[in-house]
């Protein structure tokens, strides 16, 4: 499918005067795709090229960098990106409160399929924390992972409620001492060779029998970071995306049990087998990629992928 080029504005000040962040919008500008903008994202053409910019300058020192330039590089790359691009959609630009309130209230009827009163609930990645504090009324204790300190530094903290800052693949918690444990565009934002790490650490978190529910955007469907706007693989922090198939096998690797899909339609909890989803997921592979991402971001279909409950 041919994308609709948006025509480059001429430079309004000299190339020698420019920072390198200014250049490097001016040379995205004939790039963008705006056919894959969301209603929700209203930013100017300009905004969009300064963050995926910026997020690709970032992404770009966590991929090369080694392990332990890693830990320091996940708490403070995310800090940067958001004290530099202040207007990120549903990182430092709030939903609409109304939105808000429906989508959270829907995982939480969703995760009391799992938890109940006496119950320990980890959420890994919590963004602005809005999940975790609504869980904190249904469950026991509630203990919230972020590598960041920005966009969590003036919640307000029931007293069953943690927050731990991590170094992108810890969990420190006491072994065995969660019940249900939980993440929502997390897994994508790691580094491959972490991302086994931080789930065999989940793993030891975990109480025998207890689950891990992870919701990640589908590789077949992407790119879905900023750089969906430009490239057709992940440029940005989405350092990896995932089909259903390799987010089971990874799981499975790192000691669960078992691994299935599942289907959450109008409080209805459906898990699934796995074989059919990775049919599904093998023919869509073998499509065209724009006709990949259009059949696969439409539901029902999105809503079967890149969704994993591990026991």
Request: aromatic share 6%; glycine share 4%; with cysteine.
């Amino acid at each position: 499918m041919a994308h609709p080029i948006i025509s480059a504005e001429p430079l309004t000040q000299p190339m020698e005067s420019m920072t390198n962040t200014e250049v490097g919008i001016d040379a995205e500008r004939s790039r963008i795709r705006l056919q894959r903008r969301p209603r929700s994202d209203q930013r100017t053409i300009d905004e969009i090229c300064h963050h995926y910019v910026v997020e690709k300058e970032l992404a770009e020192k966590l991929r090369n960098a080694d392990k332990e330039e890693r830990k320091r590089l996940y708490s403070s790359s995310y800090d940067e990106i958001c004290q530099r691009v202040p207007n990120i959609p549903g990182w430092n630009v709030p939903i609409p409160a109304e939105a808000l309130k429906r989508e959270i209230a829907n995982k939480v009827a969703f995760l009391r399929r799992f938890a109940d009163s006496s119950s320990t609930f980890l959420e890994i990645g919590p963004g602005d924390c809005s999940l975790s504090l609504a869980m904190a009324g249904h469950v026991d204790r509630v203990v919230a992972v972020d590598v960041s300190t920005e966009i969590t530094q003036h919640i307000e903290m029931p007293p069953n409620f943690q927050l731990i800052i991590s170094d992108g693949t810890s969990i420190d918690v006491p072994s065995q001492s969660v019940d249900v444990a939980y993440s929502n565009q997390l897994m994508e934002h790691l580094h491959p060779d972490d991302a086994m790490e931080q789930l065999r650490n989940v793993y030891q978190a975990l109480k025998p029998g207890g689950v891990y529910i992870c919701v990640t955007p589908s590789r077949l469907s992407g790119p879905h970071d900023v750089s969906k706007y430009f490239d057709d693989k992940p440029t940005g922090f989405h350092l990896k995306e995932y089909s259903s198939t390799e987010l089971a096998r990874t799981f499975r690797e790192a000691g669960f049990v078992r691994a299935r899909p599942y289907l959450w339609l109008k409080e209805r909890l459906l898990i699934l087998p796995m074989l059919p989803i990775s049919i599904l997921e093998g023919l869509m592979a073998c499509l065209p990629s724009s006709l990949r991402r259009s059949i696969c971001n439409r539901a029902p279909i999105n809503r079967l992928l890149g969704r994993v409950v591990a026991v």
